[in-house]
């Protein structure tokens, strides 16, 4: 297996096991379909994903009519653009809204490390036992209201093998978050956010690091996340790559 393949793996890895460990989650295959279900308020965290270039028009569609039971807003997520009857089956659901989302890689010896934290910050690691507050400040990084993820990390979620979570802090009090999993050599960044009153001050970067650094130090051979287009000079400037733009089906905003 290449080092992309590591490294989708590592990421379909962490969403399942989140679904599953989440207090109002869910995961179900369907043939070449996989429903994760967080329960967050947000499409990004409730997704029929599909990894393989061919999928079984079928089998998404089943995997669509379960998720959509479920009351929760809820998006399709392709590693390959999807086909013709595939997007017919998106429409059906109301969703049309496509993006396409950068999947970013980069080996381990690949990456650049600065290892600089801005002065007064301090990056702790934090698990399920404050996943409040971690959720709280992960809003308003995200600049998103309070309730948005509801118990996505919750549970036991911040506790569980291979999941790390990370609070950064000033002497003001919390104002970054970050995630990383580790699976079978592969580290995924997720959560990178930062409150905006301190953003541009290297916070987002030294949370990216700390990520990195742990994921190195327990064996990481292939680092990864999806980043928008705004992040993704951070991200180039750490080693990153884009290895594959993903299609993302949502209903329009």
């Known amino acids: 297996m290449n080092l992309v393949e590591t490294a989708v793996t590592g990421f379909a890895w962490a969403l399942n096991e989140l679904a599953e460990h989440t207090p109002a989650g869910a995961t179900a295959r369907y043939g070449g379909a996989t429903v994760v279900v967080s329960g967050a308020r947000t499409s ?18 089943a995997a669509a009519d379960a998720i959509a039971a479920r009351g929760v807003p809820w998006g399709m997520e392709f590693r390959f653009e999807p086909s013709a009857e595939i997007l017919a089956v998106a429409k059906e659901h109301g969703l049309t809204e496509v993006s396409r989302p950068l999947f970013m890689v980069c080996a381990a010896a690949g990456l650049e490390l600065r290892r600089d934290t801005p002065s007064g910050l301090v990056i702790e690691p934090v698990g399920a036992d404050r996943w409040e507050l971690y959720t709280e400040v992960l809003a308003s990084g995200f600049g998103a209201p ?4 509801g118990t996505a990390m919750g549970g036991p979620v911040l506790d569980r093998p291979g999941f790390r979570g990370y609070l950064a802090r000033t002497p003001e009090g919390p104002v970054g978050t970050a995630l990383g999993t580790l699976k079978d050599g592969a580290l995924t960044v997720f959560n990178i956010a930062v409150v905006p009153d301190v953003r541009g001050q290297g916070i987002g970067r030294a949370l990216t690091e700390a990520v990195l650094v742990d994921g190195l130090a327990e064996g990481a051979q292939v680092a990864s996340l999806q980043s928008s287009a705004m992040g993704q000079p951070l991200y180039a400037s750490m080693g990153f790559r884009e290895a594959e733009r993903w299609y993302t089906l949502e209903r329009p905003s």
């Open 146 to 149: 309070a309730d948005l993820f």
């Open 44 to 61: 990004s965290l409730n997704l029929v994903m599909v990894n393989a270039p061919d999928p079984d028009p079928a089998d998404v569609a």
